[in-house]
């Protein structure tokens, strides 16, 4: 481990490389990979998997009280 942390830039290179880094610690191994990253302006992944229209819309309005979080319809404007 504290040769890992001496050469983290290196072993991090490695990674980087497509080399499999193994650091092993008190019997426990783990392993170090790099991943790609989106590049700029992809949309990211959807958290949402479905949201209600009346959300997207924004017809609903919420308040915190002494209960929690309280949902309800948003007021028409006048």
């Known amino acids: 481990m504290a040769e890992a942390r001496a050469r983290f830039g290196d ?30 302006g992809e949309p990211p992944d959807r958290f949402f998997e479905f949201v209600d229209p009346a959300v997207m819309s924004g017809n609903w309005t919420w308040t915190a009280g002494s209960r929690g979080l309280r949902f309800r319809p948003r007021r028409g404007r006048r």
């Open 11 to 40: 072993l991090l290179d490695q990674a980087e490389q497509g080399a499999t880094v193994i650091i092993e610690r008190k019997g426990m191994r783990f392993t170090l990979e790099a991943q790609q990253r989106k590049p700029q």
